[in-house]
């Protein structure tokens, strides 16, 4: 290595902590894992992104997105009434 570097001083973790976020360790089923993976792969997000925004779905059905299904749902409930 070269002497020009210096890391006498450094310290091991992550260079920025994420505000509001607590790092974890937690084990899941690994089909479970593979499947979010899959599905973050064709979406385009983090697979523990969609992992979270499932744990806080569950935690509160309210705050969960609009989705297509669920706004026929809502549509044919109210025009059936």
């Given at each position: 290595m070269?002497?020009?570097?210096d890391f006498s001083?450094?310290?091991?973790?992550?260079?920025?902590?994420?505000?509001?976020?607590?790092r974890i360790t937690i084990m899941l089923d690994d089909d479970v894992i593979?499947?979010?993976?899959n599905k973050a792969?064709?979406?385009?997000?983090?697979y523990q992104t969609m992992i979270n925004e499932a744990l806080r779905q569950?935690?509160?059905p309210e705050s969960a997105p609009v989705t297509l299904r669920g706004l026929r749902k809502v549509l044919d409930e109210r025009l059936s009434a």
């Open positions: 070269d002497k020009e570097y001083k450094g310290k091991r973790g992550a260079v920025i902590a994420s505000p509001g976020k607590t593979d499947s979010f993976k792969e064709s979406s385009g997000r983090g569950a935690l509160d």
